[in-house]
């Protein structure tokens, strides 16, 4: 697609329920990253993936979130017993990562709205 | 320390002044990025750049390597330029300011 593609847009869910996130990157971005923004904050980092390269999870705030990426396309944030803590806008983001720590132009999906009752 | 500090957090100007934000950083990097944030909408990337000076339409971006340092000016603002302004640097991995909430008054 022309930019990063999140879904769901919007999510209601209750306390205890697992939810999962998508986003499909711009084709060709060997990067990808998850961030969480709560109301009124900055961004959160969570999780990124730098091609077939171990991801670094050190965002993750606790074992209940983890993400997986299929080769370098699309990337699922899964949340399991959700808190009501968890409440957050979750951004996806890619980049066309080079090496030796050359990241480009970050671009940044529209994100999923996670609310948890 | 936040590797990433912006300044103001918060600014107010009136229709058509000319504003500055500025943003410092402590680590080493190989490009700095201004992103925009709209209220309720998303984050879109302004500038890369890696030295000295770019301009796109009323937005100049610019970088201090040696003293790890960037601004951006907006030029005769608008209130539609009303959004916040984050700062972020690049290497291996994006660290990023807590953003500058701007509003212009008309």
């Known amino acids: 697609g022309a930019g990063v593609s999140q879904s769901p847009s919007n999510k209601v869910t209750e306390k205890g329920k697992d939810v999962e996130l998508r986003c499909d990157p711009i084709?060709?971005?060997?990067?990808l990253y998850w961030y969480r923004q709560r109301l009124g904050q900055g961004l959160e980092f969570l999780i990124y993936?730098?091609?077939?390269?171990?991801?670094?999870k050190s965002g993750l705030p606790s074992d209940r979130f983890s993400a997986e990426r299929t080769g370098e396309s699309v990337s699922t944030l899964t949340i399991q017993r959700t808190q009501q803590e968890d409440s957050a806008v979750y951004l996806c983001a890619s980049s066309f990562g080079t090496g030796g720590g050359s990241l480009g132009e970050l671009f940044f999906g529209e994100g999923s709205r996670l609310t948890v009752l | 320390k936040n590797e990433v500090e912006q300044s103001p957090q918060n600014l107010t100007a009136q229709e058509g002044e000319f504003i500055t934000i500025n943003c410092s950083y402590s680590?080493?990097?190989?490009?700095l990025h201004w992103l925009q944030q709209h209220p309720g909408g998303g984050i879109v990337s302004l500038f890369m750049?890696?030295?000295g000076k770019k301009k796109h339409g009323r937005l100049i971006a610019t970088i201090n390597i040696q003293e790890k340092h960037s601004s951006l000016h907006i030029t005769a603002s608008h209130p539609r330029d009303s959004a916040v302004y984050i700062c972020a640097v690049s290497l291996y991995q994006f660290y990023f300011g807590t953003g500058t909430s701007l509003t212009v008054i008309p």
């Open positions: 993936f730098q091609g077939n390269s171990a991801p670094d």
């Open positions: 680590v080493g990097i190989s490009a």
């Open positions: 084709s060709g971005h060997t990067a």
């Open positions: 750049l890696s030295s």
